[in-house]
């Protein structure tokens, strides 16, 4: 989407940069669908430039002189500003991802990917949205052929919908569907699928489509009262193994689609017990016929107990999706 369409005047947007060849090129890239006002070179000019100019967007570069770009954003914040903050640097760290998150950040954009990453960021951006570059963790994600795609989200409901649009389309396709939801989660998407117009139960007969609530299946791959990745396997191997086969008869592609990782930690499970079940999600499924989509809470990314495990639970991934806010 061009920033134009959700503006009636091409938004603002501060660029803090040490580097003169970078503004330079920031300059150049959004002068055609924004307002540059202000180019500037350290974190305390930043602060000058917000204050006078309080653009939509502010784009900083974390190592910069006088103030880095984590402390001119919190300065920015503190002073209760509505401006929008994107990181744009080299730092390729969870330490720094989870203190930009920690602050409020709406983006956070590896230099390498400046090109393929920074207009499409900022699109989603002004629309509430935030974005962070698939890239960006320690842990590389897998291989795109491992079509395994995690999605962080601040609103449940808006997971729900993106999961009946792709589950619906998976459907009308052929394709298996395979659900791994709470109970409430179960409900909205299957009253989305029902106002759809599909047939929920005529897919169920078929084998076309599968569903299983958190509420039931989590207390199985309990051991000792913590959840045990090798029982997760075991009650899930032979199910997957039926879905594929029917998959592979038919031609057809199984989508997967689970918020377990959310449950684990909304129940107050650590970030290693979640990182644990992403992986068995990774080893278990047929890679050639199979989908995987999850979803976690956004409010999970910060946390500075888990910046290591965030980054596992990120490389079992092969894409992070960018996400409503």
């Known amino acids: 989407m061009s920033p134009g369409l959700a503006f009636d005047r091409k938004p603002t947007v501060l660029l803090a940069d040490d580097h003169p060849a970078m503004l330079k090129t920031l300059t150049g890239m959004l002068t055609p669908h924004f307002e540059v006002v202000g180019a500037v070179s350290d974190g305390k000019a930043a602060l000058t430039a917000a204050a006078g100019t309080a653009p939509d967007i502010a784009i900083f570069d974390i190592a910069m002189p006088q103030l880095n770009g984590i402390q001119a954003a919190r300065e920015l914040k503190e002073k209760k500003s509505y401006t929008k903050i994107v990181f744009l640097t080299a730092q390729e760290d969870d330490d720094y991802i989870s203190a930009a998150l920690d602050l409020g950040a709406s983006g956070y954009i590896v230099k390498r990917r400046l090109h393929s990453d920074l207009l499409p960021a900022l699109n989603l951006i002004l629309t509430g949205k935030l974005f962070i ?36 389309t998976a459907l009308a396709d052929g394709e298996h569907v395979f659900m791994l939801l709470g109970n409430a989660g179960l409900y909205s998407v299957g009253k989305r699928l029902r106002a759809a117009g599909l047939d929920l139960p005529g897919a169920i007969a078929r084998g076309q489509y599968h569903s299983f609530t958190l509420e039931n299946v989590v207390p199985l791959f309990l051991q000792g009262g913590c959840p045990n990745p090798a029982r997760f396997e075991a009650f899930f191997h032979p199910l ?56 976690c809470p956004a409010m999970h990314l910060g946390s500075k107990e888990g910046r290591v495990t965030l980054s596992r639970i990120c490389g079992e991934h092969s894409n992070v999706i960018p996400i409503d806010r």
């Open 240 to 295: 997957v193994n039926r879905v594929a086969a029917l998959a592979q008869a038919d031609g057809s592609r199984v989508s997967i689609f689970s918020n377990v990782t959310a449950a684990l930690l909304d129940q107050g499970w650590s970030h290693q017990v979640a990182a644990r079940v992403e992986e068995a999600w990774s080893d278990l499924v047929p890679r050639e016929f199979y989908t995987v989509h999850c979803g």
């Open 133 to 168: 570059s698939p890239h960006a963790f320690t842990e590389t994600p897998k291989s795109p052929k491992h079509r395994h795609a995690l999605e962080f989200y601040s609103d449940e409901g808006i997971f729900f919908r993106h999961v009946s649009e792709s589950a619906a």
